[in-house]
């Protein structure tokens, strides 16, 4: 009987396994095969699954387009930036986090924590003013900065975590050594720490690279553009080329996709910092 | 500041001085820019609610509350905040149910590790994809001619060529779908992680004690996660409450109004008509709606420390 009950329950689980993979997947899926046809067989009654006239047309055209590859360019070099100084900072912010006390301390971390639910579009308008005061409007400049604010929390909160796993004895070593605290940090805690960095660095990468808001509004020419505002631009530019839409669409996720199927166990620890705590 | 009642010598004192600044030094990068992108820019945004026509002229005129006044009783100010209530409601909910159902059958016994590896990466892709990625892909499916209407036609659900994007019956329905497909990978990750941080010997107790599995899953797990689902209900509330890639991208708040958001007013209200200030008045007004759920957020994760 129990054993008769264990079955029900195991291919009910199945069921459900497939249809949330279904749910899930099947938009992927159709993205990518979509990306594989000609225009005129997007909307095809019935649909084409992989079509008869299969072919990288659509992968081409956004290969010949130097405006396509200048939105991939200005996405790479701009979240790169990002997650440098990202790093930096928040490795400087995390040490005085986790080996010091001081005055200050918990009212500095509650406005860290709290960045987290302060609307973009509400500093939308300062930032625009800002950056124009500042000379940074349409420019590297001004997503690199304004994207440090929605990337740092996180950092930080990641790193101070990391960092107070470590031993104080370690750092404390090398100043009974003679060497100084900045000396402690960057040749004993970081390099211990680079499984958690590398984890926090692709966090910060996928957040700069799937930016929309502030790419939208900051900046103006296409050649300041990145690659979400790109592929968003495609819909007015070519009267809907679908095709070209989803190849595009593919190429801009794939950097984000390869990084999770090498590095997953990092980004789910970046997922869950927020709101699991160990 | 500490033990000024001694009196150190000199070197000494260079010393301590030294000590009490270090790690200030260390965290001022971080304290510069909080104060330029976080405290000046709020500064600012709120200055700007009380003035007349900020940004376009020179010399705006404050106004006291009268932005406030006109952004309250703006009837489109009102759509927003009902589209955005059903839209941040529905989005919430069905992000909690899915989550949890998905990380449920993740963490099943009845699964091989290497199937539930499988299925996880699976499951996590939606949340892969940047807003505009998402929107387009719907966009697409969901056109008239497109493959949802299709399935809908061949599983006899209906036949009629359904404008879901485009039709105001349909449209907010459609974007909190889309919002919902983007979202709840997070919490079935962070529901995942607390599941499996719940100890095996609460479960064998409850056995024990003959508790089937509703009552095991009601008693033990749900506890058990609730610090984890109240700080995830938070976040996804001030996240949802200020989509606005996902909307802009897939209906612009249209058609008409029908899926008119906050954010999306804020936005045509400051980069399309140039009312800067009004902008202004209404994102004060949704930077205050967080801040309050911020502040509930901040005490919940103090008090799980």
Not at chain 2, 34 to 43: E, Q, R, S
Request: aromatic residues 14%; positive net charge.
């Amino acid at each position: 009987m129990i054993g008769k009950k264990k079955r029900y329950v195991q291919i009910i689980i199945m069921a459900l396994l497939i249809i949330g993979a279904l749910f899930a997947g099947f938009p992927v899926l159709w993205m990518i095969l979509s990306s594989f046809k000609p225009n005129a067989e997007i909307f095809a009654w019935p649909p084409t699954w992989i079509s008869a006239n299969f072919s990288l047309h659509a992968y081409m055209e956004i290969f010949k387009n130097p405006e396509q590859i200048r939105f991939f360019i200005n996405s790479y070099c701009i979240s790169m930036i990002v997650v440098l100084f990202t790093l930096v900072i928040s490795i400087l912010a995390s040490y005085s986090f986790s080996r010091f006390d001081f005055p200050g301390k918990s009212v500095i971390n509650t406005i860290i924590i709290s960045v987290q639910a302060v609307p973009p579009i509400t500093l939308l308008i300062p930032y625009l003013s800002l950056m124009v005061t500042l000379k940074l409007f349409n420019t590297y400049g001004a997503l690199i900065l304004t994207y440090m604010l929605f990337t740092l929390p996180y950092a930080i909160l990641m790193t101070t975590g990391y960092f107070n796993t470590l031993p104080k004895d370690l750092d404390e070593a090398v100043m009974i050594d003679g060497g100084s605290r900045f000396k402690a940090l960057w040749s004993i805690l970081v390099p211990i720490a680079v499984p958690g960095l590398v984890s926090v660095g692709m966090y910060t990468f996928m957040q700069a690279w799937n930016e929309y808001l502030f790419a939208l509004t900051l900046t103006k020419t296409n050649d300041m553009r990145t690659v979400p505002i790109g592929i968003n631009l495609l819909m007015g530019q070519h009267a809907y080329e679908w095709n070209q839409m989803m190849a595009m669409s593919v190429l801009g996720s794939l950097p984000i996709l390869l990084l999770f199927l090498f590095f997953q166990r990092y980004f789910i620890a970046g997922m869950t910092a927020g709101s699991v705590k160990s | 500041m500490l033990n000024n009642n001694i009196k150190p010598a000199a070197p000494q004192k260079w010393r301590i001085w030294k000590r009490n600044i270090t790690p200030y030094v260390y965290l001022s990068p971080t304290i510069i820019l909080l104060v330029i992108l976080l405290v000046i820019p709020i500064i600012m945004v709120i200055r700007y609610s009380f003035y007349d026509n900020v940004i376009i002229n020179k010399n705006p005129v404050f106004v006291g509350i009268r932005n406030y006044m006109e952004v309250v009783t703006d009837k489109d100010f009102i759509t927003a905040i009902k589209n955005t209530l059903v839209f941040v409601g529905i989005s919430v909910i069905a992000h909690l149910l899915i989550g949890m159902l998905f990380a449920m059958l993740l963490n099943t016994r009845y699964l091989g590790a290497r199937s539930k590896a499988f299925f996880r990466v699976i499951y996590i892709l939606p949340w892969m994809f940047t807003a505009s990625v998402i929107a387009i892909l719907w966009k697409m499916m969901l056109n008239p001619n497109g493959i949802i209407n299709y399935l809908l036609d061949v599983f006899h659900i209906t036949s009629q060529h359904i404008e879901w994007l485009s039709s105001r019956k349909f449209a907010l329905a459609a974007v909190t779908l889309i919002n919902i497909w983007s979202g709840y990978p997070f919490y079935m990750i962070s529901i995942l992680a607390g599941l499996q941080g719940i100890s095996t010997d609460l479960y064998e107790a409850s056995a024990l004690d003959g508790a089937g599995a509703v009552q095991t899953y009601l008693k033990i797990t749900i506890p058990q996660l609730k610090p984890i689902l109240i700080s995830l209900i938070m976040l996804d509330f001030v996240w949802t409450i200020q989509q606005f890639a996902l909307i802009w991208m897939t209906t612009g708040g249209g058609p008409i109004k029908a899926t008119e958001t906050l954010s999306t007013y804020i936005y045509k209200q400051g980069f399309s008509s140039y009312q800067y200030s009004l902008a202004s008045t209404s994102a004060v007004i949704v930077l205050v709606i967080c801040t309050i759920i911020a502040v509930f957020y901040v005490r919940h994760q103090k008090a799980r420390d």
